[in-house]
């Protein structure tokens, strides 16, 4: 029988050491010291973690240091000696994203003045988590410390933590720390849970309890009273798989000293609800198969049916599955028990609810991406984007019901300084109605994804540097009256026409007829390899010049090839053709108003020199024939000028 125990002591301690590898990884750990200078880590001598700068959750505040008055290594932990103020804008954030899987949290913030601005004068602010007031910020003095704990469930793959200035001082943080959770753990009805106190029962050390000790870093407070007799041992207790309780705290407990019972009580205030989560190990070895059996009682009622059976070195939660509005305990020995009752530790949260819908996800992550890869700075970018509604990320518009998450439906970066291409984050956007990207430094085409946004109306796309031809889907929806589009002041931007039963392509040259023959040559060598395994097809066109007046008021000439398709089925054969009017062509010019198609007077001669042309995928030629008309490419001559187009087989 010894020799039995023994093994099993053994095989306690196994799985004790196994749980000490793993808090040692810091696994899901996110632990930030506020008003750390950027890119610093440290390593806190007292616990072991690891604390990284805040520079890259929150982008406002100014890093700040505690007054030298306050400022005691030896007795001060070391995130409390910086602190991030927030001096500027009402609400101010952190924005987190903790590691997949991680759905459960527990969320500290916590708090020092230290009289870091020489005022003297402690401020009071709110805290926000989400979108919804999480609690108040209150300090006695420049050194109490406060901190505020949750354990929460995350809407979205964020986690945003604001602090919002009530005009009572400005707010700051020392520390914010994240710790994941089972989600087997700490289960509710709904809502979250704000804790209301975690006591360590039968502690006779005033050092509270956390990492290494707890694998979940929860702070554990030593509390006992005088009607209460502490009883310890120095083995090893198993925690319970979810719960996870630290062997240094459930190695204590309390029996009361003096009578059957023991008896707990709160005060509670009136409205709030809570939920109440008991930790009980048998900490004695029994002889003769003696078990502490015990009944709880909560608010005068049974907690439970039947006796609770204590188990040796062997930890059990007992939790409540509703929420309570008072908290009155009485833990009572059974009458076929030899041994009183006991108890190891306490933990009590108040309910939180947290009712405002979060921005949907899929927006979410589409906004946060351009935000990052456009380099957006606007000060308040930050937190939810659409919610709260007061705090709305300047430039977004969003939709909003009591049902479904609000989705952003309009987006305006008009002169924000933005450079590169058009996102493809933005086609993540499935509701947008208005995109505003004018006035910026954009450059490439313009993608087709944009004429895919189903619900888009308004595409403000001028004065960038974009190029190339507008999707012709995007031109069918304008004509349409489906969207209104604007993107004239892009130099080398022009327009395309839509995919209708009667087709118009429009193959703008950006040079006059004398500067087009300079392209000739390497036109050529583009022209050799397109070539290859391509069929043949004659085409009948009109060229006309156009003045147009670029940015720098410099008028010149620019070419305009017209050709239009009629009925091709197949590739095998296709024919344009263009029916002059009065020796005037009607035919698309670059407009920059709305690029709409105007009617115009030709007044420059074409000459009989070879042009070639880009269309989409194939290379255009043209040759003109005999009696070309000297004005818009009029052939009275029955023999037309001939294009070569190249299809592929």
């Not at 708090?111 to 609690?135: C, H, I, Q, T």
């Not at 005009?167 to 289960?187: A, I, V």
């Not at 076929?336 to 108040?350: D, G, K, R, T, V």
């Not at 947008?432 to 595409?459: H, I, M, T």
């Amino acid at each position: 029988m010894e020799i039995f125990k023994h093994l099993i002591f053994a095989f306690l301690h196994i799985i004790a050491l196994t749980d000490l590898v793993r808090a040692q990884s810091q696994s899901g750990f996110i632990s930030i010291d506020c008003g750390l200078p950027e890119n610093s880590t440290y390593t806190d001598k007292e616990t072991g973690i690891q604390y990284t700068s805040d520079a890259k959750f929150t982008e406002s505040g100014v890093n700040r240091k505690i007054s030298s008055e306050y400022y005691n290594k030896t007795t001060l932990e070391q995130p409390f000696l910086t602190l991030r103020s927030f001096p500027e804008g009402i609400r101010n954030c952190y924005t987190i994203k903790p590691a997949r899987g991680n759905s459960k949290l527990l969320i500290r913030a916590s708090f020092m003045y230290g009289n870091y601005d020489g005022l003297s004068k402690v401020p009071r602010f709110e805290l926000l988590l989400g979108a919804d007031v999480w609690d108040s910020v209150e300090l006695a003095n420049a050194s109490t410390i406060v901190t505020k704990e949750i354990l929460h469930v995350p809407q979205t793959n964020y986690v945003y933590v604001c602090l919002l200035n009530t005009g009572l001082g400005t707010p700051f943080m020392s520390s914010l720390e994240l710790r994941p959770l089972k989600n087997s753990s700490y289960k509710t009805e709904s809502g979250s849970l704000l804790l209301y106190l975690r006591l360590d029962l039968g502690s006779k050390s005033n050092k509270t309890i956390r990492y290494k000790d707890d694998i979940y870093d929860r702070i554990w407070s030593s509390y006992s009273r005088p009607d209460w007799t502490s009883i310890s041992t120095s083995l090893p207790v198993n925690p319970d798989s979810g719960y996870q309780q630290p062997s240094a705290v459930m190695s204590t407990a309390v029996i009361p000293a003096c009578s059957d019972s023991l008896t707990l009580s709160w005060k509670t205030c009136n409205g709030f609800q809570y939920y109440v989560y008991m930790h009980f190990s048998e900490l004695q070895h029994q002889i003769n198969n003696q078990t502490r059996q015990i009944y709880i009682y909560a608010n005068g009622k049974s907690w439970y049916n039947g006796p609770r059976f204590l188990y040796y070195l062997s930890a059990e939660t007992v939790f409540s599955s509703s929420p309570m509005s008072n908290l009155e305990f009485s833990i009572n020995k059974t009458e076929e028990s030899p041994l009183p009752p006991m108890l190891n530790a306490i933990e009590i949260y108040q309910l939180k609810e947290f009712p405002q819908l979060l921005t949907n996800q899929t927006d979410v992550d589409a906004i946060m991406n351009i935000k990052k890869r456009y380099g957006v700075k606007r000060s308040n970018w930050q937190g939810d984007p659409c919610v709260p509604k007061v705090h709305l990320w300047q430039g977004l518009n969003c939709s909003y019901n009591d049902y479904n998450t609000p989705r952003i439906i309009s987006l305006n970066l008009s002169s924000s300084g933005i450079s590169g291409e058009i996102l493809p984050y933005i086609s993540s956007l499935a509701t947008l109605e208005s995109l505003d990207l004018s006035n910026n430094s954009l450059r490439g085409p313009v993608p087709d994804f944009l004429s895919q946004l189903a619900y888009l109306k308004v595409l403000n796309l001028t004065g960038n540097k974009l190029k190339g031809l507008v999707p012709a889907e995007l031109i069918k929806k304008r004509d349409n009256g489906l969207l209104t589009l604007s993107v004239d002041r892009n130099p080398d931007l022009y327009p395309s026409t839509s995919r209708t039963k009667k087709k118009n392509f429009v193959v703008p040259i950006l040079a006059s007829s004398v500067a087009v023959s300079a392209l000739i040559s390497a036109l050529s060598i583009i022209w050799n390899l397109k070539m290859r395994n391509q069929v043949w097809t004659e085409i009948q066109i009109s060229i006309s010049q156009h003045p147009v007046q670029k940015e720098n008021h410099e008028n010149v000439v620019v070419p305009i090839l017209e050709f239009n398709c009629c009925g091709f089925s197949t590739r095998s054969c296709i024919n344009y053709y263009m029916e002059p009017e009065n020796e005037k062509s009607r035919f698309h010019i670059i407009d920059n108003a709305d690029m709409s198609a105007e009617t115009a007077t030709l007044d420059a001669s074409i000459g009989t020199t070879t042009f070639f042309f880009f269309v989409r995928d194939a290379i255009i030629r043209y040759v003109p024939g005999p009696g070309a008309d000297s004005r818009l490419g009029r052939t009275p001559d029955p023999n037309p000028g001939k294009v070569f187009a190249p299809f592929p087989n």
